[in-house]
């Protein structure tokens, strides 16, 4: 394993019924890095997400964090592993029935030992380091979509984990939101030195934050590199994908 990848995929196989989602998934994480998964709709970008955070299981492949393989693990050995990482999902997933400062707070209030003053001391400063000042006692009703974006983020980062995963972190912004986004991902991946994986196709988005981009196609990672790399890249389905042309190997129906 290289020394910098912090997390390795090998030969991730995954079925849903006759349908084949991935089909021998090779890819490295490394430590510290903004690493960008992109493809179409439906390839199975979120599947891939999910089996890195143990949410499923594959059928075939290894998955490995730090040299440990931890797709063989039983559920309550993978419980800890998940301690290291947080997690935005489509959409933020924050819960309506409870405040900003209390949707932020939960990791720590199920997981910690922190008297409730602390939790909102904590709460507070993780959504001051994602822009957002004097919003604790808001309800999820009140926030625009970028502002729940934000929110879900300093939820994901609460509890210091090592890396941090996002599903579609710009689905439903406009432009201007989207690029807002990624001056957060940036700014709060600098200052913590996490790793982060998102998995996206937004490509100015990708553009903007990537280390490293790969795509999935088909249920493989065709092609992977950096911003330059990717964008010299002569591969047909990739140019297609990156120019957003509809005419291409890679059919619409």
């Known amino acids: 394993m290289s020394p910098v990848a912090l997390i390795k995929i090998v030969g991730l196989k995954k079925y849903f019924g006759p349908k084949k989602v991935l089909d021998g998934v090779d ?68 819960f309506d029935s409870m405040s900003v400062g209390e949707n932020v707070g939960f990791p720590l209030k199920e997981h910690t030992d922190l008297s409730d003053e602390d939790i909102a001391k904590v709460a507070g400063e993780k959504l001051r380091r994602v822009g957002l000042v004097g919003v604790e006692k808001m309800t999820t009703a009140e926030l625009s979509g970028g502002m729940k974006k934000r929110v879900g983020l300093a939820r994901a980062i609460v509890m210091d984990p090592e890396i941090v995963l996002f599903d579609e972190p710009t689905t439903g912004l406009d432009p201007i939101m989207s690029d807002s986004i990624a001056d957060m991902v940036l700014d709060t991946q600098r200052e913590l030195k996490t790793t982060y994986v998102l998995i996206t196709h937004d490509i100015p988005f990708t553009y903007k934050i990537a280390d490293k981009i790969a795509m999935l196609h088909e249920g493989k990672i065709i092609e992977q590199g950096s911003v330059d790399e990717m964008k010299k890249n002569p591969n047909s389905v990739l140019r297609q994908f990156l120019e957003g042309r509809a005419e291409g190997p890679i059919k619409v129906y």
């Open 27 to 94: 890819l490295e994480i490394e430590t510290g890095k903004i690493t960008v998964i992109i493809g179409r709709s439906g390839e199975g970008k979120s599947v891939l997400l999910k089996h890195i955070i143990g949410l499923l299981r594959p059928d075939e492949g290894q998955i490995f964090l730090e040299g440990q393989e931890i797709t063989a693990m039983r559920e309550r050995e993978f419980n800890e592993v998940r301690k290291r990482f947080g997690m935005l999902f489509q959409g933020a997933a924050l």
